[in-house]
């Protein structure tokens, strides 16, 4: 009997050593959440605003109205949240509001949020033994753990594209049955055992419930987009390799997903052309005026105006951004690799991270390209690149934020490469490169990185209250 314990232990090793560090990173998240004072995280106060704001409303308002308290959700850039396409201080106040009710003091705005990871987690957790590719794309990221512990729509946004990647990557998921496919492939060139089913009433629920996940997307930040790129790419390719006979059908229910999907992007246009006809730049440009902190105030002389905000319409170049800003990629790494940019003087950390997720990535490629998978490679690092572009250029157009949240879709594209490597995924030496990144990433969030985040001394005042 000990025998076979220990043959289980060493079987499912990588399982459970995973499932501890899901579960220690929930653990951290939530001790960050109730014990980190309010402020301790990215525009939190602005935020925490929006989300007490939408509890009684169920509309994007006119940014323009901002009485009944709307205007005390601006922010020090000259714009309120409430009114970004992402429906998320809408839907999630709700909940905030249902904790504010017995929390009393304690942080009620973040509980959404922690609800959303426990939500992924799991998933995770069952899924792991037969998906351990999930790994890769939530099991050795700190950032992609920590924008759990606070107010930010980027959960949501995360949580969406999880289930993309995680939806796309299961031969026998709800989206692949929902195609009426069952999707095997021995690489991207080669498509196996297709099988179509007449689509029925539940066939089409099942649609426009891909339609309104996929629609969400839309609304989010378009980081994201890439995900969804990458989506609409597998799902083409599928199409061209698909049996003739079964092209209308699976193309129909192609058409039924993405129909709703944009119709909830146009809808949510159609409420801002509502307010704003075709002049919502002249009202942003309103507001901007009357909320921007003096250094980001469009009525500010340039001269006296931050320098690294909305450079592009100073007329600076890209390489004078990078001369203002030349550690940018450096500190996005850190951000993504950790919680923040702020150098925490663990140099050591960020350069052995570097080199573990360089080596996953490289070997993950280097298995593809030798098994035909050549293409699907080349696609996703495209995407990922541009994922870099698009965080650039953010910074160099709006404003200089290297954050590494913005390359959280990197994570999710390398967690559909592994999908692609299933073998690989069950290489010894593979593995131990991955619980190797895993255990660091949890050790380094629950030791450090928690410490910045939560003071002892406010920890001591709220208990005794």
């Known amino acids: 009997m000990n025998k076979d314990f220990r043959s289980r232990i060493k079987e499912n090793i990588f399982t ?105 987690c799991v998933y995770t957790l069952k899924k792991l033994k037969d998906h351990n590719y999930l790994m890769l794309g939530f099991g050795m990221c700190i950032q992609a753990w920590y924008i759990f512990s606070y107010v930010t729509a980027d959960a949501e946004d995360f949580l969406l594209g999880f289930f993309a990647i995680a939806l796309l990557a299961d031969e026998d998921s709800f989206l692949w049955r929902t195609l009426g ?78 129909g709703v999907a944009f119709a909830i992007l146009a809808g949510r246009a159609a409420l801002d052309f509502h307010y704003y006809g075709f002049d919502k730049a002249s009202a942003e440009q309103q507001m901007s005026e009357q909320y921007s902190d003096y250094d980001k105030n469009p009525l500010t002389p340039i001269e006296e105006q931050e320098p690294t905000y909305h450079m592009a319409s100073k007329g600076y170049s890209i390489v004078d951004f990078f001369r203002y800003s030349p550690d940018w990629f450096e500190l996005s790494f850190r951000s993504f690799a950790s919680y923040s940019v702020y150098r925490d003087g663990h140099d050591l950390y960020y350069r052995v991270m570097a080199g573990l997720y360089l080596l996953i990535y490289v070997w993950l490629g280097v298995y593809l390209c030798n098994k035909g998978e050549k293409g699907i490679f080349i696609v996703v690092t495209l995407l990922n690149i541009g994922s870099v572009v698009a965080s650039v250029l953010n910074s160099y157009l709006i404003d200089c934020q290297p954050q590494g949240r913005y390359l959280l879709p990197i994570a999710l594209a390398t967690c559909y490469l592994g999908a692609r490597a299933r073998k690989l995924m069950d290489h010894r030496g593979f593995r131990a490169l991955v619980l190797i990144t895993a255990c660091l990433s949890i050790s380094y969030f629950g030791l450090f990185a928690s410490r910045k985040l939560i003071d002892l001394g406010y920890v001591r005042t709220l208990f005794s209250l």
């Open 16 to 120: 459970y050593i995973s499932a501890l560090v899901i579960i220690g990173a929930f653990i951290v998240v939530a001790m960050v959440s109730f014990l980190s004072e309010l402020g301790m995280h990215p525009d939190e106060f602005d935020v925490k605003m929006c989300m007490d704001w939408c509890m009684n409303r169920f509309i994007w308002p006119d940014m323009r109205l901002t009485g009944e308290g709307l205007g005390d959700t601006f922010s020090g850039y000259g714009y309120t949240k409430v009114c970004n396409y992402s429906p998320y201080f809408l839907i999630f106040s709700k909940i905030a509001y249902v904790f504010k009710q017995f929390m009393d003091v304690l942080p009620y705005y973040r509980m959404p949020n922690l609800l959303l990871m426990a939500v992924i």
């Open 181 to 258: 496919v069952r999707h095997h492939y021995k690489n991207v060139t080669e498509v196996n055992n297709s099988v179509t089913v007449p689509i029925t009433v539940s066939g089409i629920i099942s649609c426009v419930l891909l339609g309104v996940m996929y629609g969400l997307m839309l609304l989010g930040k378009p980081y994201y987009y890439a995900t969804l790129m990458l989506t609409f790419i597998v799902l083409a390719w599928r199409l061209i390799k698909s049996e003739i006979n079964i092209r209308k059908q699976l193309l129909s229910r192609y058409i039924l997903i993405a």
